[in-house]
């Protein structure tokens, strides 16, 4: 088996002798949007696909990798020529005194064998100081977690994989969410991921 990971946008030219490729694909996740003495909303997660596709021997595909998203802005799309591809997450919207900025709406999967969605970002809280999670890229375990929705003066995290969404935590700081289900509480504590129970 040969592996190539693409960090950046580029081609693929397919080598002598294969005729099938497995291709996975995670769109690029959307920023949390930075506000002045509110909190925004935190961005979505990206969105993943995978699938096996018959190919021919010298065949390019332009290999295109998302961009993450600058401050409220949306995470770009991958994709695999025109096999396949994930849309980015979603930015976060912008929090004021009277309205909420909300979490980025996460991204999906388009193609292949297995799609999965990204989680939604958290939503920030009018009158909340604390700041809120970003959704969890999907996976091939499944959708994203959702981020954590910040409550006065507290902040959430971010969320896991296979729908580990984080569960907000009213008396202080949670982690991320894990691979096997919802954060733990981690009360006045900044630090850490989800537990994996």
Not at 89 to 106: D, I, W
Not at 154 to 183: C, E, H, L, R
């Amino acid at each position: 088996w040969l592996w190539h990971v693409y960090a950046q946008t580029g081609m693929f030219t397919v080598p002598t002798g294969v005729t099938k490729l497995r291709v996975r694909v995670v769109g690029a996740g959307g920023g949390g949007a930075t506000t002045s003495g509110f909190p925004g909303g935190g961005g979505g997660g990206g969105g993943y696909a995978h699938g096996e596709f018959d190919v021919a021997p010298g065949a390019n595909f332009m290999v295109t990798v998302g961009a993450g998203g600058a401050s409220g802005v949306a995470g770009g799309a991958s994709s695999f020529g025109s096999l396949i591809s994930a849309t980015g997450g979603g930015g976060g919207g912008v929090g004021s005194a009277s309205s909420p900025g909300a979490g980025g709406t996460g991204g999906s999967g388009i193609g292949g064998d297995l799609q999965s969605s990204g989680g939604n970002g958290g939503t920030s809280s009018a009158a909340s100081i604390g700041a809120s999670g970003g959704g969890a890229a999907g996976s091939q375990l499944g959708r994203g977690g959702h981020g954590g929705s910040a409550t006065g003066t507290y902040s959430q995290g971010g969320g896991g994989v296979n729908a580990g969404d984080v569960i907000t935590n009213p008396k202080g700081m949670s982690g991320g969410g894990s691979a096997f289900g919802p954060n733990g509480f981690m009360a006045y504590s900044p630090s850490g991921g989800g537990y994996a129970f």
